[in-house]
């Protein structure tokens, strides 16, 4: 099941540059390999195109990585009333969008300005802000380590939680002086509530939406057979070593290529089985996509995640045995992340898909079954029936279906 995941994490990525074809085929796998990632930064390539103001800023974390960060701070035309549709003169609000596993923050901003959630929010007067973790391609940089080698990609999650997202929070919290509001999709709103359940970052900021929220991962639903399986943990753990995992590079393509060669494989059927079917992506958004994605993490990550659905709770890295882990933590299993423990005037608003393989609707159940104590009127939930993992970010619905209610929302949450 663990090993199952990581490939779930692959063939997500996969789903969405094949989805609008029919079938899947080494074409495809050809044009992940091949298509270099682009030169210009994000806010040239993806933001100033359309008349937005946009900074190239970077905040070094506290263990020396260097994040590339994206500020849009006013919409196209000055964009709306300060704060979100606020009177005039009020100071625009602060939103950080956070990405997930194996993407960068180019994701907010693949579809046109009208689809798009990050021009959107800066259009309705918000000050936005745009994270890409460590790993990906503009935050491969470290004050001492080189990206070649492994100590670079010795991390997870933890510290994707512990590090960049306070590191970014706390230089938003700087620059602007107010708190801020969240979105995270996928692997970033995992790193959200990891924090806020161990009280931290609730200080700076006023509220957080999460999309295909992800945080058990047990129920994930996947078609991987087992040969392919034992295949992947072979190569986990030979070829890969704890060091980057690059879905660009020779190895991995070159184990892709060979899982869908094996004739027990269905590609096209595991790909749905594991991600679920998307309903609303366009095309050409796709095309974008592949010019920038997908992007590295760190094969620890990719195990990290592996554990979580293993185990069904939410804990920090494993180091595998009692020894490892007392002397990482000084207890002989990793420390839990509580998610009863995320405090319950914290307005949280949450929206999931029926078709979400990733997100498994049985696992948000247990999620909100940890937030069953949380106040009413500060916990929104919503359902929605033919969204799929990536239609979140990607779907040329989802202003009408999502991000309105966000901005709804974080207004209602000033
Ligand atoms: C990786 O980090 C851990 C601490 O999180 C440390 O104990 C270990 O020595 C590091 N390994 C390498 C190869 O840098
Ligand atoms: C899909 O993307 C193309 C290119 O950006 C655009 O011209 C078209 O209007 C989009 N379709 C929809 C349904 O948004
Ligand atoms: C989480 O915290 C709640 C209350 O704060 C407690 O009842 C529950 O047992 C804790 N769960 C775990 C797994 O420790």
Request: aromatic share 10%.
């Amino acid at each position: 099941m663990a090993v199952c995941t990581l490939l779930s994490f692959i063939w997500f990525t996969i789903l969405l540059l094949i989805q609008p074809y029919p079938s899947f085929g080494s074409r495809t796998l050809s044009a992940i390999v091949t298509n270099p990632p682009p030169p210009l930064g994000i806010c040239a390539s993806a933001v100033t195109k359309y008349g937005y103001k946009c900074q190239e800023i970077d905040v070094t974390t506290e263990d020396g990585y260097i994040l590339s960060v994206q500020r849009i701070p006013v919409g196209r035309h000055g964009g709306g009333g300060g704060g979100g549709g606020g009177g005039g003169g009020r100071r625009r609000q602060p939103v950080l969008l956070q990405h997930g596993v194996l993407v960068d923050g180019m994701t907010w901003l693949l579809n046109s300005p009208e689809q798009s959630l990050a021009l959107i929010l800066a259009d309705s007067g918000f000050d936005v802000w745009i994270a890409n973790t460590r790993g990906t391609s503009y935050s491969r940089r470290h004050v001492s380590l080189d990206p070649d080698r492994p100590e670079f990609w010795n991390w997870t999650w933890d510290e994707i939680a512990a590090r960049d997202l306070p590191a970014v929070i706390a230089y938003i919290f700087q620059q602007t002086g107010q708190k801020i509001h969240y979105v995270g999709h996928s692997l970033g709103t995992l790193i959200a509530l990891a924090s806020l359940s161990e009280g931290k970052q609730v200080d700076k900021m006023k509220s957080a939406a999460l999309l295909s929220p992800i945080a058990y991962l047990s129920h994930m639903t996947t078609a991987l057979g087992v040969v392919a399986a034992k295949v992947f943990v072979g190569e986990v753990t030979i070829v890969f070593g704890l060091a980057e995992f690059n879905p660009k590079g020779d190895d991995v393509s070159r184990f892709l290529k060979g899982l869908c060669a094996d004739p027990k494989v269905d590609c096209y059927d595991l790909m749905s089985a594991l991600t679920g079917k998307n309903c609303c992506l366009n095309a050409s958004t796709v095309d974008v996509f592949l010019r920038s994605e997908p992007q590295s993490t760190s094969t620890k990550n990719l195990v990290h995640l592996a554990q979580t659905v293993r185990d069904g709770v939410l804990a920090k890295y494993d180091y595998g045995n009692p020894a490892f882990n007392i002397e990482h933590y000084g207890m002989p299993m990793p420390p839990i992340y509580n998610l009863s423990n995320i405090p319950k005037d914290f307005p949280l608003f949450i929206s999931y898909g029926g078709q979400d393989a990733l997100s498994d609707p049985k696992d948000v159940a247990n999620l909100l079954d940890d937030l069953k104590l949380h106040d009413e009127g500060k916990l929104s939930v919503q359902y929605i029936k033919e969204y799929a993992h990536a239609d979140f970010i990607m779907g040329v619905t989802a202003k009408d279906v999502i991000y309105d209610k966000i901005i709804s929302f974080f207004q209602r949450n000033q």
